[in-house]
């Protein structure tokens, strides 16, 4: 059984994960889910046997009070109608601000497609901090397991995705999932995880 999972949709999250691994992690699997819930739930199906799942990668928030470069750490995570909690984001938000990351918690909402404009506010109003597109499928295969979702946020609704200087906050976004990667290590260690 491999110790921990680590979920990210795209190859440029993977290879920063990878890329910040310790050189300890050595039963700690990095698995690409493809971009969208369809995909991540195709992958969630697949995934191998695990003792702890954590989901990171890329993010939008859709709070006022999140910057580019900021983490966020899901305290629960929405999909459709369904509810997961994350019991271990108040620790894991601690470890990612001892590492020097700025760092949130708040629920994370994983819709089917780029989130903008009125629903962007329909989300903010219902308490939704930050959104993606994979979590959620991955989330419902963790039920019973250790689980965390980490975002690191790349737009906001001051700044959105398709404008000047994406490139950037994305080379931004990719340098804290390197530093992310450790801390989720740390947490998966059997001593550490919370159940």
Do not use: K, N, Q
Request: net charge positive; proline share 8%.
């Amino acid at each position: 059984m491999t110790e921990l999972v680590i979920c990210t949709a795209l190859r440029i999250e993977r290879r920063a994960v990878r890329r910040g691994l310790p050189s300890s992690a050595r039963d700690v699997r990095v698995v690409r889910t493809g971009l969208g819930p369809r995909r991540a739930a195709r992958a969630a199906a697949r995934l191998p046997e695990h003792a702890a799942l954590a989901v990171t990668g890329f993010g939008g928030a859709l709070d006022i009070g999140l910057r580019p470069g900021d983490v966020l750490v899901a305290t629960e995570v929405r999909f459709g109608e369904r509810v997961f909690p994350c019991a271990a984001a108040r620790p894991i938000a601690e470890r990612l601000a001892l590492a020097g990351l700025a760092t949130r918690t708040g629920p994370l909402f994983t819709s089917p497609r780029l989130v903008t404009g009125g629903e962007r506010l329909r989300l903010a109003a219902a308490g939704v901090r930050a959104v993606d597109m994979e979590t959620g499928p991955l989330a419902v295969v963790a039920t019973g397991t250790p689980f965390v979702a980490v975002r690191v946020i790349v737009d906001t609704p001051a700044v959105p995705l398709l404008r000047p200087g994406t490139v950037r906050r994305v080379l931004i976004a990719r340098s804290r999932l390197r530093r992310v990667a450790p801390v989720l290590v740390a947490w998966a260690d059997p001593p550490e995880v919370e159940r």
